[in-house]
């Protein structure tokens, strides 16, 4: 998936200046691959309640890369998340 373009950047230092005693510089950067990332996601939580007015939720999850990071190099993100919340009970 790729997209050409160009964007223009105008950078303003008060108090600083760049070469050329200019405190602004503009500069173009070019836009040429938008990189998207697929993964397969699962995981596993677990309900601990506290007391009748709240609970402990703890969960993992496990992300496997689908997709590389780079175009050209075989990299993949391989993901842990470990999460935990707590539920309020309002009746």
């Known amino acids: 998936m790729g997209s050409e373009g160009e964007e223009a950047i105008t950078l303003t230092t008060p108090g600083l200046t760049f070469q ?3 405190n602004k ?20 939580a677990y309900d601990i309640p506290v007391s009748k007015l709240f609970t ?21 993100i391989l993901t842990f ?3 935990s919340s707590v539920k309020f009970n309002l009746m």
């Open 56 to 76: 402990i939720t703890p969960q993992l999850t496990f992300g496997y890369g689908l997709t590389n990071v780079v175009k050209d190099v075989k990299w993949k």
């Open 25 to 44: 510089q503009t500069s173009k950067a070019k836009i040429k691959d938008i990189q998207v990332r697929f993964e397969l996601k699962g995981g596993a």
């Open 20 to 22: 050329g005693g200019s």
């Open 81 to 83: 998340q470990l999460m």
